[in-house]
Every structure is written in structure tokens, then in C-alpha cells.
């Protein structure tokens, strides 16, 4: 454990500055092919940890860190995601990977108990209160879906080895959740300026939940700097690739009507181009946007609790390209010629435009000179479903390692619900194409099994992929047949499979690219299963089919039980008398009243 | 109760009572067809309506059109410069395209072999992955390059490319968008199905280098026809017969009559009256082409796999225009988009009768559960019947004088004595007919197409003479002829089986075990003849002939107007490609019931037995 921490020390060093001061926040905008732009916020504040734990949270958001005292939780890191990474058009993702989930929420902590069961217990509490806290369903959350990964995840923040002893991590996915405004405005309520100040004035829903990607992520963890007092650190961070074009719409007008002909950007070196003919040229154009037209709005000023050194707005392009801004902007150039950022005034509105690169004269636009190329990721996964049919299916997951010659480590961890039993010795590996003993890929293999209705699977393979080659890894399951009181509302949609989780461990050798010495992660799709679902008119027509069937038997049962048979010669004579007698008691008694009333009269 | 319960078990030994299956038996097959012609009354039918609520067809606004149709024009020049390239070349301009509007493409080869035959081409297939969502759903648009007229389906492919960079604006997409174009409306895209859930043979079909999640719908684009149209063609059978969700048909009839003023026409009826006639001929074709189970279109292979198709085919002659067809498969793809679960409160069995009305499954199978009945019914009275021998009741008054006095009464009938059934004889015959089957089965999936004519044509002569062969070999060349009460029990073996087989398949292919119900049902009635009978036995014989299956596979293609060559073909093509099982059913269950009928009609039973015994 130790030697992972050695792992972050450059990455801290990185954020020195940042560390060192109590709040800071920045954008980074980085265009990206096709005409997409990846806008990252980063906010960041520091309480003392004698500080916290005297109540006195100063940017540390009050509701969240009583939460966090409350159930004693050391590390905590909570992921609201939508949409997929195009890994590859958009290259490597943000931050390494680190700073996503899978689809839906994703939550890991690491809790101080001294026993499994009061590691449960303080889960459950938490779940519950971040539940309320996001408007998330966590509370979903139960033992069924919570792992205790054991690879995969490794704590981020500095703690001293007394309480690393007794810290436990629970970690929980839920696929199906949708993340939207809702989870969006109590985000927002957590940040020292709440989105009033400062560069979270640009998040708004509308922008942010209609992006091809985007993953909100708030991750808590003690830092202890050398020779300083240890700090207490909530990183929120929100990715979000824009689709320009789509973002670009007015608001007011969103439902993306053909624009009329003429407007139209056609490829007219076509024989056939004319006025009512176009073959339309949609990205080879190039992007042109302007902040306040792709989120809607303008940066309205700084937050005044940040840090003054940090610039606020970065953009990823070329220096060669031209920028325009509001005036009373500072840019500051980074020297390695990719990469500006902006000081921008505390009180005025700030925008800034990507101008269109000219296609011909000096200056003709390549690949290079307009956009900063993305970074080739470090693998490509992709994960899907074999099989058809309700009863088996299969798992195949395609990872590719793109590098020619460096080879790449990292843990494959799935969880997978106990509905879906899965076979592990059909886990098989193909690299290429041709099939190879697993051993050669799969140095190690966690497996916890499910239980019914207890607890889901949990597979973790550490793997070893040989440089530019495709490993498929392949297995079977079997689906089971639920309860159906055990089925979803909507059960004939199928079940989602959390994403699989992939950390690519940092690389041992000394030499290796920076890129490499620090661990990243990425994650799959999820999945849709489905299952044998009944016809759910069919236990009502069978409640009612069934219960007529025992009344009617139970009625003639009932009849034959306590009735007794007999031929009407057989039974006794004095049924027949005492039907006389009656009839002879009563007009006895009739004569005798009329014998009576003559006595009268 | 009691004197009916008494009655009852008196009837019960009454030898009347085995005079009556027959009878039985033949009302059963006349009842099912009469029942089957009511069909088509608005009493037995219904009205089609929405079950599934999300679907929401007709609610949305289209957008599709303006200077889309400036778009359309300009693929449609592309398209048409690749009339005369190769799959490869024509797969890499589309892969320009599609590359162009930013999607994600793929590529994938396929080979089959058929009769000889090799069918070998590349689909090519992008991905327009939803907006926001995660690859766990998609539905599918797919135009093939040939449609199964092996017309150049130009518009078709140029309205899904424009389609599907309209599509690509919108954000509000929950399901991926996958757009496959295959070579041709036979194999490709049956290639494509399998490989996307990964049922394929790896020999024959490449996999599929990118996919996205669980298939919710597919729509098949058949454009070949040039100038405006005045409705749209819904051809939904699946291969085998199996159906689309009944709501994905009511659902494009509700978009296209009710928002685009489209008329919708099913089963090629372009005129219908909405009356008696008109709706027994769309019964009567649906019926047919659900009997053949071939592929009606591209959309036929997805269904197998219960992914929900159809096939849109502009025809007719009026003013709708190619953006009018966008416009339709936009609000249906709109519709789609809405399903949160899979279509499933719809029916999947169905009979159509026209746009507005269908028969479903509770109402029309009843009409081939009794077709399929009468072979059963036939089938235990003969079991009970072989059981028990006839005794004329003059030889056998004797012994009826010692009988209780109750059963006095039936002493003036014939009377029945239980004997012990033969079985081995019919067994082996029945089963060896059965696994005869499987001869003409392989033959005529395996032979090269250039030999299939001749090959059927011996195969008719000695199907003509097998029976023949059969009989004289079980009646003079076998130690112990077979007895009358064999031949009763071959009969039996073989009707149960072909009973049991037809109400199975009743439930799957309602309208194959109809037909084929109906074409056997002469077999119940089939019976040997005394010698005395020779022109009846031989006149029998001869009316079986004219309906055994290579006789009526002749007569159909004959009335159809193609070669028998070509049904053979489609036939191997179908088993071999698409998995169709029609002809399993042919050669394997109804050839071998109508061999042994023939060689029931054509039987000698010994009477030995009965001289001996009197």
C-alpha cells in the first residue's frame, strides 16, 4: 500500500498551489474532434482536520461533512454519470479516468469499523443520508449490490496507518438510476458560491444533462502535506462533452428544424451540386463557438473565495489559433504552445470565441494546427452480451491495447446481480483471435460468489495485456427466474448490469511516460438483461381461476360432508308424521280459535 | 345421476360407440374449415388498437423535410454513381458517408452455401449511438442494396442515409440507431442478425467488429419504386411464420392514416373493400406466405430472434413523396424511441384481416387444433378398437348363456373379446417411415441446384412406386403378413403421431399445421380393402397419390407460376440460411403419415387368424 502512495506524490505536486490555499476552481476546455468540446470544472476546498472535527467546516459543505462525521467515513467518492466516452474520437479521458462512474451512481467509501457488520451498519446510514442529500436513489443501495472490492480500488488520500488497520471499503453501483437536475442543483448547493459566482455560473441543466457525456464527481479525502497540518479535501468535479452544434441551438428554439436550404454548408465541388442538391459538409468545417453560445450564458465573474493565483479558465488549443474574449482578460500562454488560460475580472460578465480557422491563404487549417490532438488511451474495453434466448447467455468483453510496445496491467472488476450466475470455468481468453490458456493473460482471480438474494458476484482478474493486441475474454451465465413480486414496475425492460471497472495499474518501470506511472481507470457500458419475465395479467387470472375452483369444491364437499343420503323410502316414517302433525296441531289450533270466537258470539 | 351414470357406463361397452370416431373425426375437419371461413366476419374479428401506451404513434411533430429533401437529392446522385460497382466499393462510399456524419462504422462479410450455390457479400452498418444513453437498446433501419425483386432499392438507401443525418441532430434519442445496409434482402441480412447475437456459424459468417445493446425494433426500407406513391406496404411475416408485435403494425397503419394521410396495404391487397371477400383473401395470403415461412422481406430474420420488424414498401400511385416516407419512419421511429420496456401487450398471434381488424390466437386456433384433432381421435379409436375382436353372436351364444342376467340384453349383438395387441410390426414401420423421412430431407438441401429438377423427378417416380414395393413386401415377403388388427395399429401409430405433431405445431405455425392438416386429412379415412375391392383399393390408392407431398409441391409450384426448380431452391436456401423448418415438416412429418396411409389403403390383411378361430 505504501508504494501506491508514492504514485500520487507527482500528482500532488501538480496541484501544489491548490493545496496549499483553501478554495480554487477552474475550467478547462479542450475541443475535441468532431466537433465536440470537453469542458472540465474542477472546485476544490480545504478544511483543517482539527478544524473539522471542531465543527468549524468553513468551505467544507456543512451538510455533507456532518454526514461524513456522523458515520465515521475516512474516504468518500460519489459519481453521477450519463452518456459514454468516445475513447476513440475524444482519445484519453479527463483526469485518467479517475474522476468517473460507470452510468448512473456510483459510490465507494472507505469506513472506519472494526467489524464487518458495523462497516454495514454505517454504510446503510450512509446511503441513506447521501440518498437524501443528492435526491439519488442510494438508499437502493443494499447488500445485494455492495462489494468489498479488494484490487481494484486503492484509498487516494494520506492516512495514518492506525486508522488504515480499520478502515473497510464498501463500494455500490446503481445502473439504472438517471442522473438529472434534480442531482445537479444539490451539487451545486455544496460549492462555497453555489453556482452564483464564478465559473459554476455556466452549469445549467439544460446544457449539462444534454451533453453527449458528462460525469459529476465528489470525491473527500485527508491530505497531509509535508510539515503541515493535515487537510480535509472535497474535490467536486463536472466533465460534460458539448456537442457544439446541438449546444449552439437557442434555447428558445431547440427542435432541430433543416435549416432552409441556402444556409446549408454543401460540399460544391459535387457535379450535381445546385441550388435544391447538396451534399452537406458537417464536420470538415472546423468548430466556431462562443462560451456564452454553447452554455448558454456568460461567466459571471469570480468567485470571490478563490484562490487569486489560479487562473479560472483554461482552453486546450493551439496558441497559433486566435481567441477573442471579453475585454479585461488577462491570457497567460502556456509555453508547451497547446494550452492559455484567463484572469478574468471579479465583477464583469466574461466570454470568450473560437473564431472558424480559415480553410485556405497562409494559415490553412490542418488537424493539428486547429485542435490539440487527443492522447491515444492506454486500452480500449468494450463489453456486450453474447446469446439469445431466456436462459443462458454469455459476456464478451473486447480490450485492446493500442500501445505498439509497452505492455499494459490492470484489474477487470465485475459485479454483477445474483440473478445472473455465471460460470467461471468458461472464462476464457482469446488474444487476436486465437484462443490461449487464461493463465497467460490473468495473473490473479478474485471470486466471491453470489448468493440468492443475498449478495450479488464479485469477479476481479488482474490481467496482463502484450502490447497492439485485442484480448477477448469470454463467459457464460445463467439466468434465473425471479420471484414476481420480485420484478421491476417496468420488468419486460429487462435488468441493467453495472459497468465493469477497469484500473489500469501504474507501471513499475522507472522510464515509463508520465502518463503511465499513475493509476487510471476506465469503465464499460452497462448492460440490459433480460430475464423470463411471466405475463403479469397471468397470477391474477390464475388467483381467480384457482379460487373458483376451491369454492366450487369446497361447496360440494361441504355439502356431501355434513349431509346425509337416503332413498326417500328409507328414511324415517315420523319425518312424513310430524309434517302431519304440524298441519293437524295447527288447524287444531285454527278450529279451537274458531270454536272460541263462536263461544264469544 | 345415477341412471345417467349407469347409462353412461352401458354406452360405454356399446360396440355402436366405435362406429362413431370416423363420423367424429370428419366433423372435426369440416368444422375447422368452416370455422376458419367465419373468420373473416366482423363478429369473430376485432378491432386493432394500441396496448402498449408509450408507443404514443402520431403524437409527435415531424420535422423531416425542407432542405433534408436537398440532402436526399444529393445521396441519391451518390447512390446512383454506385449502380454499377462492386459490394466492396459501393460499402466504401458508404463508409465515407456514414464516417462524415461522425457514426460509427463497421463491416462484415459473409458466405453461404446453398444448393450448390455460394452466396457471398459485405454488409456495412453504422451506429448512431444515442445522444445520452449508454448502448444498452437500439433499434434498427436498415435498406438493403437489393430488395428481394433484385431491384436496385435507390431511394431506399438514399432516404435511410438522409434519415439517419436527420437523426443524428437530435439529442433526444434514448436507443442507439443502427443503419445496415446489406447487399441483398436474403442472406445478408440474416448474417447480420446472427452475428449481432452472436448465434452464427463462424465459418460462414465474419462477426461483427462494433455493436451496441439489445435490439427493440427494426425497420426495413424497400424503395426500389421511382415517382410519387400513394400507400405504403407493411409486410410483416417472420421467417417460419412467427409475427412482429401486433402494435408495431398499428402503429405505422396510426401514423401513416392518421398524421400523413398514407393508406396502408397489407398481403398486396392494394384495393380492399373492407368486405367479406376482400378480408378472406388477406386471411388466405397472410395464411400462405405464414405456411411457406420464408423471408417476406429483410425484416423476416430479425423476428426469430423477437426483435420486432417490419418492412415498408412505398406503392400505388398518388402524392406522397419520399419526404412524406421519411416523415413516417421518423414519427414510428419517435414511437420506438418512447418504449421504455420491450413491445410485449400486443399480440404475436394474430390473423390480420385488414388494416383495422384481426383474429387473435383464442379465436382462430381452434380451426387447426380440430384439423389436428381428427387424427387423434382416429387415431385412439383405433387403439381401443385393435384391442378387441369381433365375435359374430351366433358362435358365440354358449358362452353368453353363462353371463349374469344383466348383461342379458347384449346378447343379440356382435359381441367383443379382448385380444392381445401385435405391436412389433407397426412400430418398426411407423418409425422406419419416420426416419425415412429424413431421406428426402437431405437430398433436396444438399443437391446442387442444377441437379434439383432431376433429382425430383426420380424422386417423384419412386415415391409414386414405394408404397407399392412396401405392400407387396409386407404382405408376401415376410413370414407373418400383417393381420388386420396391425394394420389397424400401424394406421393408429402413424395418425397419433402426425396429430400429435400438427397441434404442436398449431401453436407456432398456426396456418402450416392448417394446411398441411388439411392436405393429410384424407389419411384418416384411409383403410385396407378387401380383395374382393381391388378397383376401390387401386382407385384409393390412386386419389392418395394426387395428394402426397411431392404431387402437391408440383401442383403448388404449378399455381404459383414458378419452377418447381425454384421452390426447391428457395426451399434449401430457406433450411440452410434462415433456418426455415418448412420443409423438416414436409418430409418429416407428412411424408411419412402419407406413405404409411398409402400403405394402409394398399394393405392385404391375412384372414387366416379369423378362419382359425372360428
Redesign the interface.
Known sequence: MRHFFSYLIPFSILFWTAIASDYYEQLILKPLP??TLLASFNFRSNASLSQFEAHNFRYFPRSLGQVIQHVGTKELHLRFS???W?A??WGARPWDGTKEGG?GVELWAWLEAETDEEADRKWLSLTNALSGLFCASLNFIDETRTTRPVMSFQPEGDHPNSTLANMQLLHGVLPREVVCTENLTPFLKLLPCKGKAGISTLLDGHKL????WQSMAIDIRPICPDGEECVLQIEQTIDMVL?I??SKRPRENP???????H??K?NSS?P??SD?????????EGQEWALDQVFGKSVKGTCPLTDPDVPPLCIQVPNIRDIYTTAGATELKNPNGFSRCYKIPSDADFSMMLPRMSQEGEDPATNTRELVQPETPLLYA?R?????GYERG?V?TILTNPSPDTEVEFVYMESLPWFMRIYLHTLTTHINGEAVPKNNIIEEIYYRPALDRVRGTQLELRMRIPPASTVFLTYDFEKSILRYTEYPP?????F?VAAAIITILPSTSPDAPLARQKASSLRT????L?LP?PDFSMPYNVIIFTSTVIALAFGGMYNILIRRFVGADEGPENVAGLKGKIIAAVSNLVGKLKGAKGKVD | MPRLISAAMALRRDPRLLKLPPYISLLCVLVGVVWLVLLPLDQYSRRTYISENALLPGQVHT?????????F???R??VDALLNSTNVQVNDELEKIFK???L?VGRQNYTYHSSGETYTGENVYAIL?A???????AIVLVAAWKNLEEEFNRNGVALALTLT??FK???LWSKDIIMVVPPDSRAGMQAWVDAY???HDGAQVAALP??S??LQGALALDYAQDGRFDSVHIAYDGVNGQLPNLDLINSVVNIASGQMGMGSVLQGLLRHSQKYDDNLRTVMRGMLSQALGRAEGPHSCFIP??VDALTLKPVGNGWHDEMGLGRLIEGLFRSLNNL???L?QSFFFYLLIHKHRFVSIGTYLPSAMLIAANFTIMAIALWVKSGYKEVEPAQDKPKAEEVKDGEEKTEAMPRSVVVERQTLLPLTLVAGSQFLGFVPLFVFNQTPSSLLTPVFAIFTILNAALPHLASVFLTSHISQPPSPQQYQLIKSFSLLLLGMFLSALATLNFALAFLVGLIASPLTFSRPWADEWIGARYAHAAALHLLSPPVVVLGGSLLAGVGVHEVLREAAFGWNVWGMYTPLIIWCVWWPAWLVGEIVVLGRPRDGEKEKKA
Not at chain 1, 444533462?209 to 453527449?212: C, K, P, R
Not at chain 1, 427542435?255 to 436550404?261: F, K, L, N, T
Open positions: 468532431q466537433s450519463l452518456g459514454r468516445d476513440e474520437s452510468t444533462f444534454d451533453a453527449s456537442d452544434e446541438r427542435i432541430p428544424r433543416p435549416p432552409p436550404g444556409d446549408m454543401c459535387k450535381y451540386h435544391d442538391t447538396c451534399f452537406p459538409t458537417d464536420f470538415a468494450e456486450s452480451f453474447t446469446g439469445h454469455g464478451r417496468d420488468a419486460n425492460r429487462g441493467d457500458t452497462t448492460l440490459l433480460s419475465t | 420535422y423531416f423535410g425542407g432542405s433534408d429533401q436537398h440532402v437529392r444529393a445521396y446522385h451518390e462524415g456524419m461522425g460509427k449511438q445522444p445520452r444513453g449508454d448502448a444498452t437498446e443525418r436527420y441532430r437530435w439529442s447475437h452472436d448465434a462494433i455493436k445493446g439489445a430472434y423477437h421504455l420496456e420491450k410485449h
